[in-house]
C-alpha cells in the first residue's frame, strides 16, 4: 500500500460529500452544509498533499487502476476507469483541490442566506470531484468525462440563480432567464469544441489501439532508473516488461502495429519509423494523422479555455455567483485545455517536425498563435467594460491566451506556471470582487433603509441597482480596506509587476516566445511575442483602470457611499490567496527552478530557460507605461466624465463602442450561425409535415383509401354485382352481406388480424401444451 | 431436428399471456385488482428474465435456452425460438420497460381499463416473441401481431387524433412488412425451411444459393419493414403522429421497446443472411442514419411541444444506433445493440417526464411551462438526468453507446470518415435541442401562475423513474457486464465482415466471398447444426 493508492479518494471524498448533502442537507443547517462541502474539499487537499509529498520524496509517481469500463475483449476495446499519479496531475491537484477549497470557505459566507444554499455546495462539490477526475485520468477517455463534467456543472452553476424574476439591470432582461440563457450558451459552445476533442479520441484508438496514456513519463526517459521503475511500469503496459516479447512498432509493409506501450510512447515510436496507420479501408502517413488529431484537439481547448473563436460563453458565465466565477471560470475549469495540451506534449512536439499545413505552419505553431491573438484580442476588449467581473472575464480570456500560447511555443513549463500562478492572484481577484459587489449591495441596502435617494445610478431599471458596474463604485479604499489592499495585490501580480507571482510566471512565457525566435528563428515567435507584450501593456492598463475606478475618487453612489467590508469567512481566504499571489513567484525561481524540475519527471518535453534580465526589464518597462497612463487617464482627474463617459470613450468614438461589443463576435455569430440554425430548422419542420407527413398521408392512407373505395364501390357493385346478378338471387344477396365487411375501417382489419394471429397462435400453443 | 423441452424463453415469453388470462377473469370492475395482477404478472415475467440471465453463458456464442418444436412439418414452419448475445439484452430491456409502462399507466388510465392491462400484457409477448424466434415464419407472426395492441392503445386511449395515429401507424408498418413477408417466402420456399439457424447452414455450405440480384432483393424486403419500424429517414413520418397521440405508456413501449424491433431486425436477419447486400449497401444505410441523426435533432429543435421534440429526437438516436449496425464491426454493432437499450431507457424515461407534466396541465406546449424545477425540485432533478443522459452525457448510459458506436463507424471498412464527422456534429445538436426543452420547461422564473402549485411527484412516479436513473447510472459507469453479454455473439456475427481477429492492423478485404461469409456466420450463429 503505497500513498498513490489513496488517488481515488481525491474524487470519491467530494463524492460523498455531495451525495451527503443531498441526501440529509436539506435537515441541516447553512453551517452543517457547510462543513460537511468544505470538509469534503479541504480533504481532498490533504491528499492531494499526501500524493505531492510521495512523489517529493523521489517516487516516480503511479498508474492506480479502479474497475473495467468500456471493455469488448473480441476486438480488444479496454477502457478502464484508472488513474494517473505524476508531478503534472499532482501539480493540477493541488492547484484546484486548494484554491478550490479556499473559494468554498468564502462561499459559505458569500452564499449566505440564499434559499438554495444547499444546492449551491452539492454543484461545487460535483465541480471538484469532476475537475479532479479530468486531471488525474489516465486514459483519453476518463479525461474528457471530467472534461465534459466540469462543463456540466459550469452550466449548472452559471445558471444557478435560474429562478431569478428581477430583470437584469444592464439589459432588462430577467435575471433567470439571463442565466439560464449563458447556462446553455456555454454547454452547446464547449460540445462545439468537444465535437473536435471526442473526433481526436476516436482517431487516437484507431491509431494507437489503446486510449492510454502509457508508464510514466520519467519511468520511460529516464533509462538509467528501470530497476525502479519496473514495478509501476508493469501495470500499465506489460508487453514492455523487460524479458517479454517487445512487439514491433512496425509491419514489414510499413503499417503502425500498436504494441500496447500506451499512447505517448507509441507515437514516438511510430514517428521515429514513419509508418502508415490503417483508418478503414484507407491509409494514413502516422505524420498527418497526428496533425489532424492535435488540431481537433485543439478545437476542445478553444472551448474549454476560451479561446478564439469558441471564447464568447466565457462572459456570458460571470451570470454566475462570484464563487463560480473565481474557481470555474477563472482559476480551474478554463485551464484544462492548458493541461490537455501539456499532457500531450508528446503528439504536439512530433506534430511540430510536420511540415504539410499551409504558411510551413505546424499545429504547435497555430496553437501559440491562437493563444497570442486570443490574448491581445481579449485585453483591449477588457479596456473598455463596466462590468467589475466582465473585466476580469476578459482578463481571463487574455490570460488563458498566455498560457495556450506558452505550450504552444513548448513552453510546457512556463504555460503551468502561469497556469498555477494565475490560479491564484484570479481567484483571488474574483473574490475581491465578490467581496466589493456584496460590500455595494450592503450600502445600497443601508442607502435605501435610510431613505437616501439616488442622484444617477448606471444600470438602474426598475428598482434595481446594478451592483457591478463600476460607475457605481469609486472611493471603495476607505470602506472596504481588506478588500482593497489584496485587490491590489492581485492586480499588482495579473499586470506583471516584480516581485509579484506573476511577474515571474509571465516573463517565462514572453522568454520562450523570444527563444523560440531568436534560437530557433522560428517567426511565429517574435509574432506571439509582440502580440504578448501589446496584451501585457493591456492588462496593465485595465487593471489600473479598474482599481482606480473601484477604491479611488469620490463615491459616486450612495451604495458605495455605505459600502461595508465583509465578514472574516470571506476575507481571510482572501488574504491566504494574497500571500500566495505574492510569493508563488518563488515556485519556479530563476536559478533553481524548482517547478520545472519537478515538471520534466511527468513532461518529457519540460525545459526551462535561464531568466533573461533584459526581457524582464523590458517588460516590466512597458507595464509601468502602462499603469502611468492608467494614473493620468484614471486617476488624475475623476474616473469619468461629468456625463458619466469613460475619459476614453469620446477620443475613441466608434473603436471603444467595437471593444465594448468585443469585436462584435456575438453580433457576428448571431447573423451567420445562429439565425440560419434557426431559420433552417423552422423550414425542415415545416416540410417535415408538409411533405413527408402530409404527401404520405395522400400517398398511403389516400392510396388506401382509394383502393378501399374501388373495393367496396366501383368494383364490388361495378363488376361483382354484375356478375352475381347474372348468376342469382341468391347468391346477390350474400354478396351484398359481404360487402357490409368491407367496411374501410381499419380497426375492423385489426381486428380480424388480431383473430387470426390469435387462431394461428392457439394452433401454436395447443400442441405446445398438450404433449409432443 | 428433435423436439426439446420447453425452456425458460418460452416460459418468459408466455408469461404474460398467463397473466392475460387471469385479468380476463376478473370482474372488469375491479379496476385496482386488474391494475395489480397485470403489474404483478410483469414484475415476475422481469424476474423470470433475470432467471434467464442466470442460465445464461456469455461465453458462448451461439442460441441457448432454446425451445424446438416441429410445428407444421408440412411447410417446414418451426416454433424455435432461443435467446443469444442479440438478444439476451433487449429481452431485458422489454421485461424491464414493461412494470415501468404499467405502474405509469396506474392514475391516467380510467376508462376501458380492463382491455387496456390485456393489452398490455399482450404487447409484452408478442414483443418478446419477436426477440426470441429463430423462424422466419413464426417471427413473421409475431412481428405483426405487435401492431395489433398497440393500434388499440393509440387508438382508444390516445388523445385528439388518436384514430388518424393509430390508422396511420397500422398501415404504414404493415406496408413495410408486406415486402419482408415475400422475402420471408423466398426464403422458406427455396431454402425448404423457414428455421433461421438451418437457413444460415444451407447458405455457408453452397445448399442454398442466392441467383444473381436476389440477395439485394430480399435484403431490401427486410429492410423495408425494419426501416419503416426503426424509422430510418425518410420512413418516419408515422412516428411524431403515433407517439404524440398515444397515452404515455403507449409512447413509452413504442420508444422504449417497439422501435428496437426494426433496429434488431436488421442485426439478427440482415447482417448474417445477406452479407455481400449488406457490404454493398452499407454506405446507403448509413448515409440515411447520418441523415437521419442531423435531420432528427433538427427538426426536434424547430419543435413547440415538449412530446414532438422528444419524438423527433428518437428519430435522431436511432439513426446513431443504424450507424453503429452498418460500420459492420464489433464495436459499432455491440455500440448499436448497447444503444437501442439506452435509448429505451432515457427517451422511455422522457416521456414518463412528459406524461408527468400532461398529467399535471393538460399540456404539452413549452410555452406553458417555464420555471417547473422550483415548483417540483425532486422532480426536476429526475428529469435533468434523463435528459443528460439523453444527450449522451459522459458518465451516462447515452455517452457509452454513442462513443462506442462512434468507435465503430470511425473505424469502419465501409464507411468513409465523413459519415463518423457528421454524426458526431448530432452530439452538438442533441445538446442544442435539449437544454432548448430543459430551459423552456424547467429553467428560468415561473412565468404561469397555474404553475406555481403544482404538486410534487407521488410513490407511483418516484418508483416509475428510479429504476430508470439507477440504469443509467450503472450503465455510464459500469457497462462491462451489458457488453459482456453480447460480445462473443457479437463477434461471431460480425467475422465475416472484418478479418481474422478483428484488429486493427489486419488488412481489410472489401468482398468477402458470400459463401466464406456465410460459413464463418453460421460457425458463430448455430453452433449446434
Not at chain 2, 292 to 297: C, D, P, W
Request: hydrophobic letters at 55%.
Amino acid at each position: 500500500m503505497e500513498v498513490f493508492d489513496l488517488v481515488p479518494l481525491i474524487v470519491f471524498i467530494p463524492i460523498a460529500g455531495l451525495l451527503l448533502n443531498a441526501w440529509i442537507g436539506r435537515y441541516l443547517s447553512e453551517k452543517g452544509i457547510a462543513w460537511i462541502a468544505c470538509g469534503a474539499a479541504g480533504l481532498s487537499f490533504l491528499v492531494a498533499v499526501a500524493l505531492g509529498l510521495g512523489l517529493a520524496g523521489g517516487s516516480e509517481g503511479k498508474i492506480v487502476p479502479i474497475v473495467d469500463w468500456i471493455k469488448l475483449p473480441a476486438v480488444g476495446v479496454d477502457i478502464p476507469w484508472a488513474m494517473r499519479v505524476d508531478t503534472l496531475s499532482v501539480t493540477m491537484m493541488l492547484a484546484v483541490a486548494g484554491v478550490g477549497t479556499l473559494i468554498h470557505i468564502y462561499a459559505v459566507g458569500y452564499m449566505h442566506g440564499d434559499a438554495r444554499f444547499g444546492r449551491f455546495f452539492i454543484y461545487m462539490n460535483l465541480f471538484l470531484a469532476s475537475m479532479l477526475l479530468l486531471v488525474t485520468g489516465n486514459n483519453f477517455l476518463v479525461l474528457f468525462v471530467g472534461w465534459e463534467l466540469v462543463g456540466l456543472c459550469s452550466f449548472l452553476l452559471i445558471g444557478f440563480w435560474l429562478h431569478r424574476d428581477a430583470p437584469d439591470p444592464e439589459t432588462g432582461i430577467i435575471g433567470g432567464i439571463k442565466n439560464t440563457n449563458a447556462a446553455k450558451k456555454a454547454f452547446i459552445v464547449n460540445r462545439v469544441g468537444d465535437f473536435g476533442f471526442i473526433l481526436a479520441i476516436l482517431l487516437i484508438w484507431w491509431t494507437f489501439g489503446t486510449l492510454d496514456f502509457g508508464p510514466i513519463q520519467g519511468a520511460a526517459h529516464a533509462a538509467g532508473h528501470e530497476e525502479v521503475a519496473a514495478g509501476e511500469v508493469h501495470e500499465a503496459a506489460p508487453e514492455s516488461a523487460p524479458g517479454g516479447e517487445a512487439v514491433a512498432p512496425v509491419t514489414p509493409e510499413g503499417v503502425c502495429q500498436p504494441t500496447g506501450e500506451g499512447v505517448f510512447p507509441m507515437a514516438e515510436a511510430f514517428m521515429a519509423a514513419g509508418c502508415n496507420v490503417k483508418l478503414g479501408s484507407a491509409e494514413v502517413p502516422i505524420g498527418t494523422l497526428i496533425v489532424v488529431v492535435t488540431l481537433l484537439m485543439l478545437v476542445g481547448v478553444t472551448g474549454k479555455s476560451a479561446q478564439i473563436p469558441l471564447f464568447v460563453w466565457l462572459p456570458d458565465a460571470m451570470a454566475g455567483p462570484t464563487p463560480v466565477s473565481a474557481l470555474i471560470h477563472a482559476a480551474t475549469m478554463v485551464t484544462a485545455g492548458v493541461y490537455l495540451v501539456t499532457r500531450n506534449n508528446v503528439l504536439y512536439e512530433a506534430a511540430r517536425g510536420v511540415n504539410i499545413l499551409p504558411f510551413g505552419l505546424s499545429p504547435p505553431d497555430i496553437v501559440a498563435l491562437v493563444g497570442a491573438i486570443t490574448a491581445f484580442m481579449a485585453g483591449t476588449i477588457a479596456v473598455a467594460q463596466w462590468d467589475i467581473k466582465r473585466v476580469l472575464a476578459y482578463s481571463t480570456i487574455s490570460q488563458l491566451g498566455f498560457m495556450v500560447a506558452a505550450v504552444g511555443l513548448g513552453g510546457y513549463v512556463a504555460g503551468m506556471f502561469h497556469l498555477v500562478t494565475h490560479a491564484f492572484f484570479k481567484a483571488l481577484l474574483f473574490l475581491a470582487a465578490g467581496s466589493v459587489i456584496h460590500g455595494v449591495e450592503h450600502g445600497a441596502h443601508h442607502a435605501h433603509e435610510h431613505g437616501t435617494h439616488e442622484a444617477r445610478t448606471f444600470g438602474y431599471r426598475e428598482g434595481v441597482l446594478d451592483p457591478q458596474d463600476m460607475r457605481n463604485m469609486g472611493g471603495l479604499r476607505r470602506r472596504m480596506p481588506v478588500t482593497f489592499w489584496v485587490y491590489v495585490i492581485g492586480a499588482l501580480a495579473l499586470a506583471g509587476i516584480f516581485p509579484f507571482a506573476g511577474f515571474w510566471s509571465k516573463d517565462e512565457i514572453l522568454l520562450d516566445a523570444f527563444l523560440r525566435g531568436s534560437e530557433y528563428g522560428d517567426p511565429t515567435g517574435w509574432l506571439v511575442l509582440i502580440l504578448l507584450i501589446g496584451a501585457a501593456a493591456f492588462t496593465a492598463f485595465y487593471m489600473g483602470r479598474q482599481v482606480f475606478m473601484i477604491f479611488f475618487g469620490a463615491p459616486r453612489t450612495q451604495a458605495a457611499g455605505h459600502a461595508s467590508e465583509n465578514p472574516p469567512i470571506m476575507t481571510y481566504p482572501l488574504i491566504v490567496l494574497a500571500a500566495l499571489s505574492t510569493l508563488g513567484g518563488l515556485l519556479n525561481v530563476p536559478g533553481l527552478h524548482p517547478f520545472g524540475t519537478w515538471l520534466e519527471q511527468s513532461v518529457p518535453h519540460a525545459h526551462t530557460a535561464d531568466f533573461n534580465v533584459l526581457l524582464a526589464l523590458v517588460a516590466l518597462a512597458i507595464a509601468g507605461v502602462a499603469v502611468a497612463l492608467a494614473v493620468v487617464i484614471y486617476y488624475m482627474r475623476p474616473a469619468l466624465t461629468s456625463d458619466g463617459l469613460d475619459r476614453l470613450q469620446r477620443p475613441l468614438g466608434p473603436l471603444w463602442t467595437f471593444l465594448h461589443r468585443k469585436w462584435l463576435w456575438d453580433e457576428a455569430y448571431h447573423n451567420a450561425v445562429i439565425r440560419p440554425f434557426n431559420a433552417l430548422g423552422g423550414l425542415l419542420a415545416h416540410l417535415d409535415v408538409r411533405y413527408l407527413r402530409d404527401g404520405l398521408d395522400q400517398g398511403l392512407y389516400g392510396g388506401f383509401n382509394r383502393i378501399a373505395a374501388f373495393l367496396g364501390g366501383d368494383f364490388d357493385l361495378g363488376i361483382i354485382d354484375r356478375v352475381v346478378n347474372g348468376v342469382g338471387r341468391v347468391t346477390q344477396q350474400l354478396a351484398g352481406q359481404a360487402r357490409h365487411l368491407q367496411t374501410g375501417y381499419v380497426r375492423n382489419y385489426a381486428l380480424s388480424v388480431m383473430l387470426g394471429v390469435l387462431a394461428v397462435l392457439l394452433i401454436l400453443l395447443l400442441p405446445l401444451l398438450f404433449g409432443q | 431436428m428433435e423436439n426439446t423441452p420447453i425452456s425458460l424463453t418460452t416460459i418468459v415469453t408466455f408469461l404474460p399471456i398467463a397473466g392475460l388470462i387471469v385479468v380476463l377473469f376478473i370482474n372488469r370492475e375491479r379496476e385496482d385488482i386488474i391494475r395489480w395482477v397485470t403489474l404483478g404478472t410483469a414484475v415476475i415475467t422481469f424476474l423470470a428474465s433475470l432467471g434467464m440471465v442466470a442460465a445464461f453463458d456469455a461465453s458462448n456464442p451461439g442460441l441457448q435456452l432454446e425451445t424446438y418444436y416441429n410445428w407444421i412439418p408440412g411447410f417446414n414452419i418451426s416454433y424455435h425460438v432461443a435467446v443469444d448475445g442479440l438478444s439476451m439484452l433487449l429481452v431485458l430491456l422489454t421485461t424491464f420497460i414493461m412494470p415501468l409502462a404499467v405502474l405509469a399507466s396506474f392514475d391516467p388510465i380510467k376508462e376501458r381499463v380492463k382491455l387496456y392491462y390485456c393489452m398490455l400484457l399482450l404487447i409484452e409477448t408478442a414483443m418478446l416473441g419477436v426477440f426470441v424466434t429463430q423462424d422466419l415464419f413464426l417471427f413473421y407472426i409475431f412481428w405483426e401481431f405487435t401492431l395489433v395492441p398497440m393500434y388499440f392503445l393509440i387508438g382508444i386511449w390516445g388523445s385528439e387524433n388518436r384514430v388518424y395515429a393509430a390508422i396511420k401507424f397500422f398501415l404504414y408498418t404493415m406496408a413495410g412488412s408486406i415486402l419482408m413477408l415475400l422475402a420471408i417466402l423466398w426464403l422458406g420456399v427455396n431454402g425448404d425451411t423457414f428455421n433461421l439457424p438451418t437457413l444460415l447452414e444451407k447458405l455457408a455450405s453452397g445448399a442454398l444459393v442466392f441467383p444473381e440480384g436476389v440477395e439485394v432483393l430480399l435484403f431490401i424486403g427486410f429492410f423495408a419493414a425494419f426501416a419503416v419500424k426503426v424509422p430510418l429517414w425518410p420512413f418516419h413520418s408515422w412516428l411524431p403522429d403515433a407517439h404524440y397521440e398515444a397515452p404515455t405508456a403507449g409512447s413509452v413501449i413504442l420508444a422504449g421497446v417497439l422501435l428496437k424491433l426494426g433496429t434488431y431486425g436488421f442485426v439478427r436477419f440482415n447482417l448474417p443472411l445477406f452479407p455481400q447486400a449488406s457490404i454493398d449497401l452499407a454506405p446507403v444505410v448509413a448515409a440515411l442514419a447520418v441523415i437521419g441523426i442531423l435531420y432528427g435533432a433538427w427538426v426536434s429543435y424547430a419543435q413547440k411541444d415538449v412530446k414532438k421534440l422528444v419524438a423527433y429526437s428518437s428519430v435522431s438516436h436511432l439513426g446513431f444506433v443504424m450507424l453503429g449496425i452498418f460500420a459492420l464491426n464489433a464495436q459499432g454493432v455491440q455500440g448499436g445493440i448497447m444503444q437501442m437499450v439506452n435509448h429505451g431507457l432515457s427517451t422511455g424515461g422522457l416521456f414518463l417526464l412528459v406524461g408527468m407534466l400532461y398529467e399535471r396541465r393538460h399540456t404539452k406546449l413549452m410555452a406553458d411551462f417555464g420555471g417547473i424545477w422550483k415548483v417540483m425540485p425532486l422532480f426536476g432533478a429526475l428529469s435533468l438526468i434523463i435528459v443528460l443522459s439523453s444527450m449522451g452525457l459522459p458518465g451516462l448510459n447515452g455517452f457509452v453507446g454513442e462513443f462506442t458506436i462512434l468507435l465503430g463507424s470511425m473505424g469502419s471498412n465501409f464507411l468513409a470518415v465523413g459519415f463518423t464527422v457528421f454524426a458526431a456534429v448530432g452530439v452538438i445538436l442533441a445538446a442544442v435541442y435539449m437544454l432548448y426543452m430543459f430551459g423552456k420547461v424547467y429553467m428560468g422564473p415561473v412565468i404561469h401562475p397555474e404553475n406555481e402549485r403544482l404538486p410534487g411527484l407521488d410513490w407511483k412516479e418516484v418508483a416509475v423513474l428510479v429504476p430508470l436513473i439507477i440504469m443509467i447510472f450503472w450503465i455510464g459507469l459500469y457497462p462491462t457486464p451489458f457488453f459482456g453479454m453480447m460480445d462473443s455473439s457479437v463477434d461471431a456475427l460480425v467475422t465475416p465482415y472484418t478479418a481474422p481477429g478483428g484488429s486493427v492492423t489486419a488488412a481489410p478485404e472489401l468482398a468477402p466471398a458470400p459463401v466464406a461469409a456465410g460459413e464463418a456466420a453460421s460457425v458463430g450463429l448455430a453452433p449446434g447444426y
